[in-house]
């Protein structure tokens, strides 16, 4: 089969997960070609691509069916998740096991109504833990306050954890510092740490989107000249933090007891500006020890035309420099990511009620027609 820049971005040491999900891809042996046709190492779910998957034909009806006469629209949508991330842990399991679980992970959300409740996050990414039982299946969970907190303790468990919706260097600096103390945790109480593994999902373009919103209602010259540069730079400044925060006595003392390190994974590296090349975010932040987790029309654009070299530690200081000439133009980089957090998780719950909303007309649909069959079958 031959390469493609999808082989080339895997070999320049970073991780290509498929931000998207549904039963047919996992079950009819796609997702298991693209392994090897696009280098894929890795999948994440979440309630908006369910939401997506559920709504279009015919897959999950059977599954509905039999599931709606005794169970609440929640109860079906994890029977439905659990069983689809199963399937999708089992394609990748052979790639968790060449590389002895540093990858070939696939990720499940936590409801995002628990993101500032920290035993609920808990409680209910166990639950999918033993539910989806794989030991290369990621709970996600917001890096919120709380969303940290239930790191901690879950890293302590042994569960892998994919901390999402981090927008913040600052938000990031507290997801580091809860999944070492997890980790020590775990150790002190004679726990492995070899095959814990977590990612911190940093997301990208929507930092641009809310930045240049603001740069444009400015409207002078030098914040027009600014717009588009947020977002990577914000990145590569976590990336920065990341490689300072991964070193020294603290993390080799975890090191020599097995610990891995967090990666960050790009998330939101979909370009939603048509000015923008539609490679944008991935060619920018290209590196070792990362995943980027792209959603299929980015991946195909990539495939197509990408060009890999390493630039995610490329110019660090015009990164530095971007950030404080956007506040210098009166944009608050901490009042965007404040408020890209916000919206992200109402974003979330949002996807989620429309979902169970969705599953509850659906299987009120099937079961009409189950007995209008039935008494058509009896009036023959």
Known sequence: MPATPLHA??????????????????LSGD????????????MTSNPTIFEKALAHGTAYDTQLASLSSDRTPWAIFEAIETDDVRSACDVFRPTYDATDGADGYVSIEVSPGAAHDTP???????RLWHAVDRPNVMIKVPGTPAGCGALRLLIADGINVNVT???????YASVIDAYMKGLKDRATTGGALARVSSVASFF????????????????TPAALLLRGTAAVANAKMAYALFRERFSGPRWETLVAKGARVQRPLWASTGTKNPDFS??????ALIGSDTVNTLPPATLDAFRDHGTVARSVDVDSDGARDAIEMIEAAGVSLTEVTDKLLVEGLESFQK????????????????????AEARQQKSAV
């Open 9 to 26: 971005l895997n070999a320049a040491g970073q991780s290509i997960w498929l931000d998207y999900i549904d039963r047919t891809l996992v």
């Open 120 to 126: 609920g996050t808990v409680q209910e990414a166990r």
């Open 278 to 283: 539609d490679v944008k975010y991935v060619e």
């Open 204 to 219: 990208v373009s929507r930092v641009d989107t809310e930045v240049d919103r603001r740069l444009e209602a400015i409207g």
């Open 31 to 42: 997702l298991a070609r693209r392994i090897d046709a696009d280098a894929l190492t890795g």
């Open 351 to 370: 996807s989620f009620d429309s979902l169970l909303a969705g599953i509850e007309a659906k299987t009120t649909a099937l079961a009409r027609q189950k």
């Open 165 to 171: 919706l981090l927008f913040a260097r600052s938000a």
